[in-house]
């Protein structure tokens, strides 16, 4: 009541279209922290489970009612492109790590995109259950081929804990598992792209390629130790956080961004740490020793459906998150998120996005793929759970995923 | 000059009882439809501004497309499934609800219950109910049928569609069966009685035939619920496991948002639209010819 009558006439409202479920929570109390901060309101929308930011933000745009930031994912700027708002001109550019804006880069010169945050997968341990396991201090780096993952696997059997988890969505099989063979094809860094372009053409041979026929073997070794082996597809993503946070198995195959759900289910008093998906066993090979790591979740700024006057509030918003301390602390300490920027000092404070930090700081990242065709993950991601069912074998799959990528434009 | 003033007195009465629903009907059901049709010629991908024409490119992919095919045959057993189980049921609850059972009224308000929650929500409630429920009944009372989830099995997962679709639309059917027994002459039955017909008799020579416009009425309401089904279908399994269950409104949908191919999602829409509007004139057309008059 009080500062009605101060703030009335020049009150911006904006809104923000989220594509991070696991952090819609923070975000909204960051929010409150900004609009106090600058007096301009922001309302942040959820991208319901289940849809992809590009669906909700087409139809936001369909009734004329696009926000003015929207979170969404790498592959979808380009169909965006005429209605997003040039950024190439703002502070943060020249802070923004090296070669994080690439993939925000249009044909025209324009800069769009805003570096939400660094991201990686892989398989995401329970350091309790692992000491217990290897009887002392289980060493993430002891992991490099096959056989030392399948001898990890036994050890926690034996003492009496389940060894992992597969978590059977869609997204996660086929968005983050399965492309690891593609960009471990070769350390090229256009590999995803060539990786593409080769299966697009059918050039590819999935049935013979090493990398496939490799991640695919950790993959059944795997199954070979699922806690849901019984009935594999019947898991959910809430299930994976329970039982790692709670001890009950010790490695579970996810993302950074699934800290807050295993907070909460928290025994091991936050040690936990990623281990990389070997594909061999031979321990040099490409992929072995390294983490699947990328920029993802650019912000961009609608330039259609928005006044000025909120093109202008948006921009203030990235510059918050970026220099001001208020906007840092919500970035790294609430939301969890490791930035794409180099003058952020703060240190990430949960142990996943310490993990992923001590990977990059080695060298030892993957480039995660950011630009997988748009329903990738859910016609692919089908394929992986009839394989992970045992409704296909390994050379049923490859024909599945090659014929995909045929239909690929 | 007093036929046009008769005809232009028509106008003026049609436009003032349904001027506005028609202006509305218009704007929102006619327009979008005859511009959903234009889109199927074009390359639209949602979003951009620019398309292209590409004639009947995108109806050449429909019938190329395997997957709309077999969402399409799946949908036809399951509209099979449900408007046999749908009538049978809520016939019979219907008969049983008008024979004069205690508590009848509470009876129907209690199966007509399920029809006033949501799609959505009942597909979760029901998802409850089958992945974690079940699972732990058929665990402690060592049923094995039960013990992993039916939402895993694509087989299993079909019948759980079936089942929820069924439950859900049953009791709405037998208020409509209802009210058709409750127009039935109790003279026509009193005679037949007199006559000595017994209720098997009664049932096949006179209620039947004389049910006839409810049957219409419920067969194409199951029909078209049918053949449209996406909020339960998304909700209950999602299309899954591995898209065994996806029903062709939901292919339909993701053809268009997911993959980003508006033109080929809307043709296959298009194409959908004939198939179910077939399929629902002909049930009409036919069981017409069978009702009979009291």
Not at chain 1, 169 to 190: C, E, R
Not at chain 1, 214 to 222: A, Y
Not at chain 2, 266 to 283: H, K, N, R
């Amino acid at each position: 009541m009080k500062d009605d009558s101060k703030k009335e006439g020049n009150n911006v409202k904006i809104s923000l279209l989220n594509s991070k479920g696991e952090i819609q929570a923070q975000l909204e109390e960051s929010a409150k922290v900004f609009t106090e901060d600058t007096g301009i309101e922001l309302e942040i929308i959820p991208c319901p489970a289940g849809q992809s930011p590009f669906e909700k933000a087409s139809s936001m745009y369909a009734s004329g009612n696009a926000p003015a930031l929207l979170m969404i994912d790498t592959g979808d700027i380009i169909k965006f492109k005429d209605k997003l708002l040039d950024l190439s001109d703002e502070e943060w550019v020249d802070d923004a790590m090296e070669g994080a804006l690439d993939d925000y880069k249009m044909d025209d010169g324009r800069m769009v995109g805003f570096p939400f945050a660094v991201e990686g997968f892989s398989f995401i341990y329970n350091k309790q259950v692992l000491d217990k396991a290897v009887g002392g201090e289980f060493d993430p780096s002891s992991i490099k081929t096959r056989n030392d993952l399948e001898d990890l696997f036994k050890k926690i059997e034996e003492s009496g804990v389940a060894p992992l988890v597969i978590s059977p969505m869609d997204w996660s099989l086929a968005g983050h598992f399965l492309p690891i063979s593609y960009i471990t094809q070769s350390t090229d860094p256009d590999v995803m792209e060539k990786t593409a372009q080769a299966l697009k053409e059918g050039t590819l041979d999935l049935k013979k390629n090493p990398q496939f026929n490799g991640l695919m073997e950790t993959f059944d070794l795997m199954k070979e130790y699922n806690i849901d082996k019984e009935d594999p597809l019947s898991g959910t993503y809430d299930r994976g956080p329970e039982l790692l946070g709670s001890g009950e198995v010790g490695i579970w195959f996810m993302g950074n961004w699934a800290w807050p759900q295993i907070a909460e289910f928290d025994t091991a008093e936050e040690q936990y740490g990623f281990i990389p998906v070997p594909i061999s066993d031979n321990p040099d090979d490409y992929g072995n020793s390294q983490i699947p790591v990328a920029v993802t979740k650019p912000l961009v700024l609608d330039k259609e459906q928005n006044s000025e006057e909120q093109q202008e509030a948006a921009k203030k918003f990235l510059e918050w998150l970026g220099y001001e301390d208020n906007g840092q602390d919500a970035l790294v300490n609430n939301m969890h998120i490791i930035p794409g920027f180099k003058n952020v000092t703060l240190e990430p404070q949960d142990p996943l996005a310490k993990s992923i930090k001590n990977y990059m700081d080695e060298g030892k990242t993957l480039r995660a793929p950011t630009i997988l065709p748009p329903d990738h993950w859910s016609q692919v991601g089908a394929s992986m759970q009839k394989y992970l069912s045992d409704e296909i074998d390994r050379a049923g799959l490859a024909k599945e995923i090659e014929s995909y990528w045929k239909t690929v434009e | 000059m007093e036929g046009k003033r008769g005809t232009w007195d028509k106008i003026k009465t049609y436009l003032m009882f349904a001027g506005p629903t028609t202006f509305i009907f218009f704007t929102v059901v006619i327009l979008p439809f005859l511009f959903g049709i234009y889109l199927t010629f074009t390359n639209w991908d949602g979003v951009s501004e620019e398309y292209s024409f590409v004639g009947f490119q995108n109806y050449a992919s429909v019938f190329s497309d395997p997957k709309f095919w077999s969402s399409f045959l799946l949908t036809l057993k399951y509209v099979l499934f449900i408007v046999i189980f749908i009538n049978v049921i809520a016939f019979f609850l219907a008969y049983l609800l008008t024979s004069g059972v205690k508590g009848q009224n509470f009876f129907r308000a209690g199966f007509f219950l399920p029809n006033l929650i949501g799609g959505i929500i009942l597909g979760f409630i029901w998802q409850f109910m089958f992945s974690n429920v079940l699972v732990y009944m058929g665990k402690t009372l060592g049923i094995k049928a039960l013990s992993t989830s039916w939402l895993s099995n694509p087989n299993e997962a079909f019948w759980a569609l079936v089942i929820v679709t069924v439950w859900q639309y049953s009791g709405y059917m037998m208020v409509i069966y209802i009210s058709g027994f409750m127009n039935i002459p109790k003279d026509i039955l009193e005679a037949a009685s007199i006559d000595g017909a017994s209720g098997f008799v009664k049932l096949k020579n006179i209620i039947l035939p004389l049910m006839v416009p409810s049957f219409i009425i419920c067969v194409f309401l199951s029909l078209q619920r049918g053949f449209m089904v996406y909020d339960l279908n998304i909700s209950l399994t999602g299309g899954g496991p591995y898209k065994s269950t996806q029903m062709i409104s939901m292919h339909v949908y993701e053809k268009a948002f997911l993959s980003q191919q508006y033109g080929v999602g809307q043709s296959e829409a298009f194409v959908l639209f004939i198939m179910v509007a077939i399929v629902t004139l002909l049930q009409v057309y036919f069981s017409k010819k069978l009702e009979v008059e009291a």
